[in-house]
Nanobody, 120 residues
Framework: VQLQASGGGLVQPGGSLRLSCAAS????????LGWFRQAPGKGREGVGC???????FYPDSTKGRFTISRDNAKNSVYLEMNMLRPEDTAVYYC???????????????WGKGTQVTVSS
């Protein structure tokens, strides 16, 4: 499966942004999926995941602000980000998982990232 994230951009603090991740090559509905981000000088961190059964997990840093959804008909997964903060600035990636969706989820196949910048 190949993944491509899109939808990043510049947004003011408190604003919203919706990222998309389109897949090709295989149907996404059989996969556990995750979103990750990497800020300059920092390691990659998970921002949320969704299992093939639709169950979701969000770390404390994004819980209540970020929402993952998927559209199997469009073979895509989405990340809705609200109440954005400057510390959310990073390159965002979608990935299939080689683990279940939970606190310690792990990426497997990665798409190219999309830059999100939160600044006034």
């Amino acid at each position: 499966v190949q993944l491509q994230a899109s939808g990043g951009g510049l947004v003011q603090p408190g604003g919203s942004l919706r990222l998309s991740c389109a897949a090709s090559g295989r149907d996404l509905d059989q996969y556990n999926l995750g979103w990750f981000r990497q800020a300059p000088g920092k390691g990659r961190e998970g921002v949320g995941c969704m299992g093939a059964n639709g169950a979701t997990f969000y770390p404390d840093s994004t819980k209540g602000r970020f929402t993952i959804s998927r559209d199997n008909a469009k073979n895509s997964v989405y990340l809705e980000m609200n109440m954005l903060r400057p510390e959310d600035t990073a390159v965002y990636y979608c990935a299939t998982l080689r683990s279940t969706c939970g606190r310690y989820y792990l990426g497997d196949t990665w798409g190219k990232g999309t830059q999100v910048t939160v600044s006034s």
